[in-house]
């Protein structure tokens, strides 16, 4: 019978248990994204506390793109010896470390005067009404490559792999939607077309870092606003991903336009509120034979539990009980089966930094 404190591997990234700390924006980076003493200490309790693989908050890969303030940052090499010194912290606490990059496009609320926004098309995004300029080839060729170079970064200053952020309306989850990817071309139309680009930087990203090394996506199982990307669609480019040798796929959903419906919802205060992305992620896991990190509302073991033994879904992603309680995991590991501290209340977000309300002082 499968545990989740089994030891397991996702490529070479030795795993003590299922856990994993889902990517989540602290706000706490300085104005460069190099780590501060407050972000070094949020990382030092999540692996104190006996998370098995902590996923960084979304880390911006070229300079001159930064959709929120406070976030870590992996666009330069002099941004590598500050990391190298996070991840052998982390490492000398026997838990992993994935750096999560991405490139937020017109999901930001800076405005198009004060910087270029790339997107797939010139279409206004449903939350911030953000026009971004439509990516021509040239850009497209120094993104990928800027998602290249961010990776090699990550491999050199030690992180165990690099999670490729495709998903909450962020670009790379925009080029796969059919409401924000009006294209024309060979990116645009259909899903095969519409998810060249995240194949491109995924094939790119590999090509940097080897085969040994830990690649891995997180991904909607659907947009969930009208127009927006569905499951089919989600299967269709984790079937493909998998093909072509993606180690593990974090399965989401929604972005912060289907409100309700978004990654982070509010009030989960019994069993049957957790989990809601758990038929989406037990089917990409049963069709792509790739390890599953299921996240989304997860707070009692004995729901995890379940999910383990009933389903092919083998990783279990948390963020806001881990912004409640860094210390969940190892409180776990003792017998203390408690449900999480989190009450899904959604006030962790502060213009000072992303903190749980329980944690405040």
């Not at 299921?294 to 073991?301: A, C, E, K, V, Y």
């Not at 806001?320 to 409180?331: D, H, N, Q, T, V």
Request: glycine fraction near 10%.
């Amino acid at each position: 019978m499968k545990s989740l404190f089994d030891k397991t591997s996702i490529n070479n990234i030795q795993l003590k248990n299922r856990f994993v700390r889902g990517a989540t924006w602290e706000n706490m980076a300085d104005s460069e994204g190099r780590i501060t003493d407050r972000l070094w200490k949020v990382y030092e309790e999540l692996a104190t506390g006996q998370v098995g693989l902590i996923i960084t908050s979304f880390t911006f890969i070229l300079k001159e793109e930064q959709p929120s303030s406070g976030m870590l940052g992996i666009y330069s090499d002099s941004l590598i010896a500050d990391y190298q010194r996070m991840t052998k912290m982390i490492h000398s606490y026997g838990s992993n470390i994935v750096s999560q990059l991405v490139y937020g496009g017109s999901q930001t609320l800076y405005k198009p005067e004060q910087r270029v926004i790339w997107g797939p098309s010139a279409i206004p995004e449903m939350g911030t009404g953000v026009v971004p300029k439509e990516m021509n080839k040239a850009e497209i060729k120094i993104l990928v490559g800027a998602f290249g170079d961010a990776a090699f970064r990550a491999q050199q200053a030690g992180f165990d792999g690099v999670e490729i952020h495709a998903a909450h309306g962020y670009l790379l989850g925009q080029w796969l939607s059919p409401l924000h990817n009006r294209r024309q071309d060979e990116y645009g139309g259909s899903i095969e077309n519409r998810s060249r680009l995240l194949v491109e930087v995924y094939e790119e990203v590999r090509r940097r870092v080897g085969p040994d090394y830990g690649v891995l996506v997180k991904i909607n199982c659907q947009d969930f606003v009208p127009g927006g990307m569905e499951f089919s669609d989600a299967l269709y480019v984790c079937k493909e991903l998998a093909r072509l040798g993606m180690d593990a796929i974090e399965m989401s959903g929604g972005i912060l336009a289907a409100k309700e419906l978004c990654a982070f919802r509010p009030n989960i205060n019994c069993p049957e509120k957790e989990a809601y992305f758990e038929p989406y992620a037990a089917q990409i896991a049963g069709e792509t034979g790739v390890p599953v990190i299921l996240t989304g509302g997860l707070r009692t073991t004995q729901v995890m539990e379940r999910i383990l033994q009933q389903t092919p879904i083998g990783y279990f992603g948390m963020a806001r009980s881990l912004l409640a309680e860094p210390g969940l995991i190892k409180r776990w590991q003792t017998g203390d089966s408690e449900p999480s501290k989190c009450l899904y209340c959604n006030k962790c977000r502060t213009p000072q930094g992303n903190v749980c309300i329980l944690n405040r002082v």
